[in-house]
């Protein structure tokens, strides 16, 4: 039979009657002839109440046992569709990360998949079972529990696919696809009913929340096709494939992320402190992004620079002192620090939309206190208490009225 792996995410599995909603739509799936497995999320808000709870004893929560305290909700979700699948009159299973064989490297909290030995999720298709697997988690090559991070049930449902070699990926959210901006910030935010994987893949690490970067990489890696969808509302989809080669130039989308934090480090033969820096962060499991140095010389003052997504790290109090330790008195760490980036293929063709947009950002007061580009993006640090400004001006210029 064709196979289709789904994934519901918290907000689709809040309550009880949208697990029956759920239910009957992936019995109305087995009922069309297809193998189903099924991805899910936490019920609502349950990861975010965990978390609130671990922090209630302490600021920052080892994250080995944030691991063993979130994986639980998974779980709950796991457990009642399969009982509501099967009340639909279809045998359904559910199964941990671990037994579907989501193997990790061994990073708590923000994991990344390494491999998938699916052979219990066959097995159990092949007994004509749907499969409910927990998404958000794994277990390492130490038999550790892990988690993958933000957006993380995306990222098992398409390795998941990937590895059963799924006809297609099927991503249930509240909202029917991937628009060119937050539509809660941007009242002009428009529906794009297709999108390529490489620019997908941009939005997501510069901050879009609709799907997780490392889940459009595995997609991409094996040509499967993901389908973005409103859960209860049929209708409008956005599908994130390979896109056709043309020429292009355009902005597509303008995406914002909040809590970010920038590193500075100045001074005379910065290279082995930057090091330093670099190896307590890799200790610490942290990723540091757009790093950069410049060194004149050995013996001129040299300066470097990288940011971090505090939002993802649950124990930032303790990082930050790691950081501080690690760079002395030669690194300044600022907390208030925000990124606006577009996002469209061929952006970066020529100068001229980087420099709009920096005249877009002086004309409203937005201080600029960085730039990082791709081929596909470019992204502009500023002050947090300017972003909403910066992406609805940058929306309307660029994609609004792109010929003002």
């Known amino acids: 039979m064709p196979l289709i792996v789904q994934k519901y995410g918290g907000s689709s599995m809040a309550d009880l009657d949208k697990i029956r909603q759920v239910a009957k739509q992936v019995a109305a799936v087995k009922r069309a002839g297809y193998d189903v497995a099924v991805v899910v999320s936490a019920m609502g808000k349950t990861t975010d109440q965990l978390l609130s709870l671990a922090k209630s004893l302490t600021p920052e929560p080892p994250r080995r046992e944030l691991d063993m305290l979130l994986t639980v909700g998974e779980r709950i979700s796991m457990a009642l569709l399969s009982i509501a699948i099967q009340e639909e009159g279809f045998e359904a299973v559910s199964l941990t990360g671990s037994q579907s064989g989501i193997i990790t490297n061994d ?70 696809g991937v628009y060119s901006a937050d539509p809660n910030l941007v009242r002009q935010a428009r529906h794009l009913p297709e999108i390529s994987y490489q620019e997908m893949q941009e939005m997501a690490s510069a901050g879009a929340k609709v799907l997780n970067p490392q889940a459009v990489e595995f997609a991409k890696q094996a040509g499967i096709a993901i389908y973005c969808r409103a859960a209860f509302t049929p209708g409008r989809e956005t599908v994130v494939r390979r896109g056709e080669a043309r020429e292009q130039t355009g902005v597509k989308a303008v995406v914002s992320e909040r809590k970010m934090v920038r590193g500075r480090l100045r001074g005379a033969g910065l290279v082995p402190c930057f090091e330093e820096v670099l190896r307590a962060a890799e200790k610490a499991n942290v990723v540091l992004k757009e790093v950069g140095v410049s060194v004149p010389s050995l013996e001129e003052w040299s300066r470097g620079s990288f940011v971090i997504s505090s939002a ?93």
Do not use: M
């Open 107 to 176: 990073r708590h909290f923000d994991a990344r998949i390494i491999e998938v030995r699916p052979v219990r999720v066959e097995d159990e298709l092949h007994q004509g079972r749907v499969v409910i697997v927990a998404g958000f988690q794994g277990v390492s090559y130490k038999r550790e529990i892990t988690t993958l991070g933000r957006g993380g049930s995306d990222t098992t449902a398409v390795a998941l696919a990937a590895a059963l070699g799924a006809d297609r990926c099927e991503i249930y959210s509240d909202v029917d």
């Open 312 to 404: 993802t790290l649950p124990d930032w109090p303790r990082i930050r002192r790691i950081l501080l330790k690690a760079g002395g008195d030669r690194i300044e760490l600022d907390e208030d620090v925000a990124a606006v980036s577009l996002i469209g293929e061929g952006i970066n063709r020529d100068g001229r939309n980087l420099l709009r947009a920096l005249e877009i950002l002086r004309e409203i007061g937005s201080p600029v206190l960085g730039v990082a580009t791709t081929s596909f993006r470019i992204s502009l640090l500023t002050k947090e208490d300017r972003l909403d400004q910066s992406v609805q001006t940058l929306h309307q210029r660029f994609i609004e009225e792109p010929s003002a």
